[in-house]
């Protein structure tokens, strides 16, 4: 037998590659995966990168590894069987809806044969999942106690540390004007990187036109992520010492060029398999244990890798292949331009999109509250706005990111979101300094200048009243809806249609 090690469970300690110490290992690095997509080169280089230094890190650890670099899988596959005939590969059950059949009729056409050991990548096993719900309904904070409970982190005899499951409180605070948060680590690219980077820019630069909706990515910064086991944990190491005790009260914060705030910037870690979610987990809470950070930021944490990422993924996994085209809201308008090229006159979306444009990255709440919220108001069709969230980000995957941009983002589906996350400016310009330096007016939603967001949130309400009224949960929003008069009506209308010509235009 032969382990397959695929690019994104890169995983030593856990998985085939622990089950078989001894076994030969199979790594394909297969070219046209950059092509699926226009994806950010930061993505390519990221993924590349470390599944060399993977294979180099092996081979140090004494390990025969047979590293294909070709066209495709099939191409790889095929390489592989024709040394190695009639042989059985054992690789992680992929997590990507379609996959593991997509995988056994390439291994099938190699002449080859593969079987499936459980993706121990995650805290939750699909069995335990699936008990919990037992065919119910998904709700986040039922999932998120019933894992503190399974596995005792942050409990006491029974109950929740400190008395309370959540300290969100304490959670939605800005920081004051002079506060500075430690700058984040940066991993110089070695050899192996400038080589994977120079070949990602030769080999993928351009050539999208002709994909549905186009796009590109242009001049991002010097490339920054964690590509080895050891540079993740140097990153763990560095988000626990310097920035975990303020991730709670700011992790809801935005500020203009502040693009990391406190956030932990380990996703693309733990994605690939660098990092598994428990030491990241019980390390956040030896820090509160020793003191070292308040129980606030440590559960807040804690709850996004324990209840969120878990709960999504197997939302993903129960929901697929309708969640990708979910549009319960029947969204029909085509992703606007300065999603690419974070040309618009607003101070938010310009600020984050530029960020996206430059490392392939923004924190949560830019996601949700910046360009997931827009996409909504705006009326994008959910798979469009996935499509981008897919190209543009270092830690996409289809198990995370469709879940997030289809359902949380654009309340696509309903399966878990009980509303639509829609806002007006109010949010931003509570959450942010952004308002203050914009040229359109926060407080205005009619006439020039008024805020996009301001217009097309009511815009939005108005033009999705049949399918949100009779939600419980909206009631206050269209008890505001009913105190607007024909005339004011006609006027958002307007300003609505202006908002549009704009974007179509490319000057908003
Ligand atoms: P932190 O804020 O430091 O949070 C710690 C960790 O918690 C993250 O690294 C991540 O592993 C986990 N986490 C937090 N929130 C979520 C969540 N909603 N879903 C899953 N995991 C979560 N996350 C991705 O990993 N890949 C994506 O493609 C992705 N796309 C998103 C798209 C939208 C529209 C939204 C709203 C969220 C998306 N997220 C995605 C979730 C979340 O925004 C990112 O995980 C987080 O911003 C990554 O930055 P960080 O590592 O600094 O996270």
Redesign the pocket.
């Known amino acids: 037998m032969t382990v397959w090690v695929r690019g994104d469970h890169l995983v030593r300690n856990r998985g085939p590659l622990a089950r078989r110490p001894n076994d030969d290992v199979l790594l394909v690095e297969a070219e046209s995966f950059g092509r699926r997509l226009p994806y950010h080169p930061h993505k390519l280089t990221l993924v590349f990168s470390a599944m060399r230094h993977f294979r180099d890190a092996l081979r140090e650890d004494g390990r025969a590894v047979d590293y294909r670099q070709v066209d495709t899988f099939a191409d790889g596959l095929e390489a592989h069987f024709a040394a190695h005939p009639e042989e059985t590969l054992v690789t992680t059950e992929p997590q990507a809806h379609g996959s593991r059949e997509r995988i056994e009729d390439i291994v099938a056409d190699a002449g080859g044969d593969v079987e499936f050991v459980p993706d121990e990548r995650f805290c939750c096993s699909r069995e335990q999942f699936d008990a919990w719900t037992d065919g119910g309904q998904y709700r986040h904070e039922g999932f998120y106690r019933f894992m503190r409970r399974e596995t005792g982190y942050l409990m006491a005899d029974g109950e929740p540390v400190g008395g309370e499951w959540n300290y969100d409180d304490q959670n939605r605070e800005t920081p004051p004007e002079d506060w500075e948060p430690a700058d984040p680590p940066t991993f110089d690219p070695d050899e192996t990187t400038t080589a994977v980077a120079e070949w990602v820019e030769t080999t993928f630069d351009g050539g999208y036109e002709d994909q549905p909706y186009g796009g590109s990515w242009a001049d991002p910064e010097p490339f920054r992520w964690p590509v080895t086991r050891r540079q993740a944990v140097r990153a763990l190491d560095h988000?626990v010492e310097h920035r975990l005790a303020e991730?709670g009260p700011y992790?809801d914060a935005m500020r203009d060029g502040e693009w990391?705030m406190?956030?932990?910037?380990?996703?693309?870690?733990?994605?690939l398999g660098l990092l598994l979610?428990e030491e990241?987990i019980e390390r956040a809470i030896a820090a509160y244990e020793d003191g070292d950070a308040p129980l606030n930021s440590v559960e807040g944490?804690v709850r996004?890798?324990l209840g969120?990422?878990e709960?999504?993924?197997h939302v993903y996994r129960r929901e697929m292949p309708e969640l990708a085209t979910a549009n319960q809201l029947g969204a029909e308008a085509d992703l606007p331009e300065f999603y690419w090229t974070g040309e618009t006159e607003m101070a938010c979306l310009s600020d984050v999109v530029d960020g996206v444009r430059e490392r392939g990255?923004?924190?949560?709440?830019?996601?949700?509250m910046v360009?997931?919220n827009f996409g909504l108001l705006y009326g994008v069709e959910p798979a469009q706005?996935n499509r981008w969230?897919?190209a543009g980000?270092v830690?996409?995957?289809h198990w995370?990111?469709t879940?997030?941009?289809v359902e949380?983002?654009?309340y696509g589906a309903g399966v878990f979101a009980t509303k639509p996350?829609a806002s007006s400016a109010n949010y931003v310009d509570k959450m942010s300094d952004y308002c203050s330096g914009c040229p359109y007016y926060k407080t205005k939603t009619t006439g020039e200048g008024a805020c996009p967001f301001n217009t097309l949130y009511w815009d939005f309400l108005k033009r999705n009243e049949d399918e949100l009224r009779s939600n419980h949960r909206m009631g206050l929003m269209y008890s505001h809806v009913d105190d607007k008069g024909d005339e004011e009506w006609d006027a958002i209308r307007e300003r609505a249609e202006e908002v549009r010509t704009m974007a179509d235009r490319g000057d908003l």
């Open positions: 988000f991730f992790q990391a406190s956030h932990s910037l380990l996703s693309t870690s733990l994605n979610p990241v944490f996004q890798i969120w990422r709960f999504l993924r990255y923004s924190h949560h709440i830019e996601r949700l360009l997931s706005l969230f897919h980000y830690d996409a995957f995370v990111t879940p997030n941009v949380m983002g654009l996350y």
